[in-house]
């Protein structure tokens, strides 16, 4: 099969498009024949070798070189084959998900069908290509950990991104009261996801403008904002989370007011959002769409950052 392969940490140019064996699916685990699969921060990670949450991303990704030569964990596609303890899924069934290592930047990809799901009916494949990982992560945060309630206002801190922009939908499942924080050109879409106020961070400091929330999202991460800068602009039991777990692991572990997450992609959650994508109340913003051959381009894009939404990858044509 295609796939796009690397044998060493490193830039972009690592990634190398060739012909490798195709895999063949474990007793729990279906292979995917994968029509488009998308770009995340942690394919940067793998790729780059850098070492993260204290050393754990190396342990995934491998010390002195790359323990998996395939990137790619979102995936939207058809089901090739199945193990022999697959009960969920067969042949013919099309399905998104991301497997726990990458593979999806490839035409066949083995997922364990617990992280798998039936691919939303009105999403064409580079859109569901889009959904796992980062609207797990909106999912994860804003229902899971903080138990999102009806009225409550919330703050979402780089409302642009792949999981700000699925974070504003999933937020809006439970109140009106969303605020979306990114740069102006991105305005527009966040008012269209649902958004009711905006702030351009480019000429407005949400945390001393007075405004008080129930939960402040950060879907930046990256040290752009912390828990410090946030504590005035929440209410009383105001909660601050953030996709940074580094930042906040040890340092707030008795603080029930600060949280990071470390986010599940699994079934449960990949049906509950197809319930809401086919009911058309979330959807996925797709900022631009690479062919597998130009992976290194895909990723070259991505690490630009500023992106409306998510950059996907194209693996077969008519998608
Ligand atoms: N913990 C987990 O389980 C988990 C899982 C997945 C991802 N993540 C993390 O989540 C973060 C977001 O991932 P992503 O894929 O959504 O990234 P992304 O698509 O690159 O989005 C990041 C967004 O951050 C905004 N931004 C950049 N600089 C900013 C600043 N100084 N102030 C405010 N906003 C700024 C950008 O919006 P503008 O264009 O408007 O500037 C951009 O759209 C990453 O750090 C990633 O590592 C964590």
Redesign the pocket.
């Known amino acids: 099969m295609k796939a796009v392969v690397y044998d060493k940490f490193g830039p972009p140019d690592v990634l190398e498009f060739k012909d490798v064996d195709k895999p063949t699916p474990k007793d729990n685990e279906i292979l995917l024949k994968v029509h488009a699969t998308s770009v995340?921060?942690?394919d940067m990670?793998f790729r780059s070798g850098a070492s993260l949450l204290f050393g754990f991303t190396k342990v995934m990704a491998g010390f002195r070189k790359p323990k998996v030569n395939i990137l790619g964990f979102d995936a939207s596609g058809e089901v090739d084959s199945v193990g022999n303890k697959v009960t969920k899924f067969k042949k013919g069934d099309l399905v998104y998900g991301a497997a726990m290592l990458p593979g999806g930047n490839a035409e066949y990809y083995r997922i364990a069908e617990e992280r798998a799901a039936l691919k939303p009916a009105n999403m064409t494949h580079i859109e569901a290509a889009a959904v796992p990982?980062?609207a797990?992560?909106a999912y994860?945060a804003l229902i899971d950990k903080v138990s999102i309630q009806e009225g409550q206002k919330v703050l979402i801190?780089?409302?642009?991104?792949?999981?700000?922009?699925f974070a504003i939908q999933v937020a809006r499942l439970f109140t009106t009261e969303v605020t979306a924080?990114?740069?102006t050109?991105?305005i527009s879409n966040a008012k269209e996801l649902g958004a009711k106020e905006i702030i351009d961070?480019t000429q407005e400091n949400f945390t001393t403008n007075g405004q008080v929330y129930d939960i402040i999202f950060d879907?930046?991460?990256?040290k752009?904002?912390t828990y410090k800068d946030c504590k005035k602009s929440l209410t009383k039991k105001g909660i601050y989370i953030t996709?940074?777990?580094e930042a906040v692991l040890f340092k707030y572990m008795f603080n029930k007011r600060v949280i990071?997450?470390?986010?599940p992609v699994n079934t449960q959650i990949l049906d509950f959002l197809r319930e809401q994508i086919e009911a058309r109340k979330i959807k996925s913003i797709v900022e631009k769409t690479f062919p597998l051959s130009q992976t290194a381009d895909a990723h070259r894009y991505?690490e630009k950052?500023?992106?409306?939404?998510?950059?996907v990858i194209s693996v077969i044509n008519n998608n």
């Not at 879907?219 to 990256?222: N, Y």
Request: hydrophobic share 40%.
């Open positions: 995340n921060a942690i990670i990982d980062a797990c992560v994860s801190y780089g409302a642009s991104g792949g999981v700000g922009t924080v990114c740069s050109d991105k961070y879907a930046v991460g990256r752009k904002i996709v940074d777990l990071g997450i470390f986010a991505y950052g500023h992106l409306k939404g998510k950059v």
